[in-house]
């Protein structure tokens, strides 16, 4: 079973810019796992952000994102990565990183999830 861990989160002025990491142990090879982020504002449900191939040539991007937030992997590290730029207050929320290795969507229903990691944007 792959475990999920997730870095990179904290407080940021609006405008401000983030890089969360997630790293994948454990479980099959970690380029047959589909990734994606999510997110869960607070008082809100869970969102889809992005998700990315096993190869990393097919991101899916929500559109309220597109344009800011960026995707990638790094197959020999069991790295994904989160780039977020140009925060703004409503971006706060728990980033939660997930994987599955059938699933590849928007929907939340990849099998494994980290534990999430906070990002605050405010003044």
């Not at 002025?13 to 869960?40: D, H, K």
């Not at 869970?46 to 800011?68: H, M, N, Q």
């Not at 590290?77 to 599955?100: E, F, H, R």
Request: aromatic content about 14%.
């Amino acid at each position: 079973q792959v475990q999920l861990t997730e870095s990179g989160g904290g407080w940021v002025q609006p405008g401000g810019s983030l890089r969360l990491f997630c790293v994948a142990s454990g479980g099959r090879t970690f380029s047959s796992y589909y990734m994606a982020w999510f997110r869960q504002p607070p008082g809100k449900e869970r969102e889809f952000v992005e998700a990315i191939s096993w190869t990393g040539d097919v991101p899916l991007y929500a559109d309220s994102v597109k344009g800011r937030f960026t995707i990638s992997r790094d197959n020999a590290k069991n790295t994904v990565c989160l780039q977020i730029n140009s925060l703004k207050p409503g971006n706060t929320a728990v980033y939660y990183c997930t994987a599955d290795d059938h699933c590849f969507g928007v929907s939340d229903e990849y099998d494994y999830w980290g534990q999430g990691t906070q990002i605050t944007v405010s003044s």
